[in-house]
């Protein structure tokens, strides 16, 4: 079994501010990990993964994670944040050993960014 | 547009009702998920399907029944609903494991 915790329900933020958005997993397998982002009245968007190979993945509109298995962490990051950024982000785990077959994510609670102008 | 489509948008229902949530995707996925997100709670998984056949129930009441003709389409049929059961239902679909998930919008189910 796993579990994700997120420590920080609610984050705000300057424009323009860098922020850094916690997730700490607890797992007796291998996971893999996901950051998901939601706008209001939407569903989930895949943000970012990390699978295997380089600990530091990284998005296209700026965002990245690193994944640090002696800490059990996978931190999101962005060096400057606008606006449009605003939303809840969802750190999830999947475990690794699934057996060939999908397997569903476990989620953390989330964090609601905020961005202040 | 994800590929993902939800219906209905919003779901009012009294406890005593039978309705039913529809998922399709349009990604030519083989899995398919059904979640609840509840306010203040991570969001839970409920059921998965590999290639139609149900692998994982995640101690889900029996009260909800899902069902998944083909692999494009999943339902969850909804009876005798409690107050605590009002959530949003989102489904989501992936190419199998280890692949990312792929949400539709959710289903806003609301019990009287």
């Known amino acids: 079994a796993q579990s994700v915790t997120q420590l920080d329900s609610q984050v705000p933020v300057f424009e323009e501010a860098p922020v850094e958005l916690r997730c700490n997993y607890s797992?007796?397998?291998?996971?893999?990990l996901f950051w998901y982002v939601q706008y209001p009245n939407q569903g989930l968007q895949l943000l970012l993964k990390?699978?295997?190979?380089?600990?530091l993945v990284k998005s296209i509109n700026g965002f990245e994670a690193e994944f640090n298995k002696s800490q059990t962490s996978f931190h999101l990051r962005k060096p400057s944040v606008h606006i449009s950024d605003t939303a809840e982000y969802f750190c999830?785990?999947?475990?690794?050993?699934?057996?060939?077959?999908?397997?569903?994510?476990?989620f953390g609670k989330g964090t609601h960014l905020i961005i202040q102008p | 547009e994800t590929g993902v489509t939800q219906t209905p948008r919003h779901l009012v229902m009294g406890m005593t009702n039978k309705k039913s949530l529809k998922c399709e995707q349009h990604?030519?996925?083989?899995?398919m998920y059904w979640y609840k997100q509840s306010a203040k709670k991570p969001l839970e998984l409920m059921f998965v399907?590999?290639?139609?056949?149900?692998?994982e129930n995640n101690s889900v009441p029996s009260r909800f029944s899902p069902e998944c003709p083909n692999s494009s389409h999943l339902f969850l049929h909804l009876h005798t609903l409690q107050p605590e059961d009002s959530a949003l239902y989102l489904c989501?679909?992936?190419?199998?494991?280890?692949?990312?998930?792929?949400f539709g919008d959710g289903t806003r189910l609301s019990i009287l």
């Open positions: 989501a679909s992936s190419q199998g494991a280890n692949q990312p998930q792929h």
């Open positions: 797992s007796s397998v291998s996971v893999y």
């Open positions: 990390y699978l295997s190979g380089s600990t």
């Open positions: 999830a785990v999947e475990s690794a050993d699934s057996g060939g077959g999908a397997d569903g994510l476990t």
């Open positions: 990604l030519g996925h083989n899995a």
């Open positions: 399907y590999n290639f139609k056949e149900q692998t």
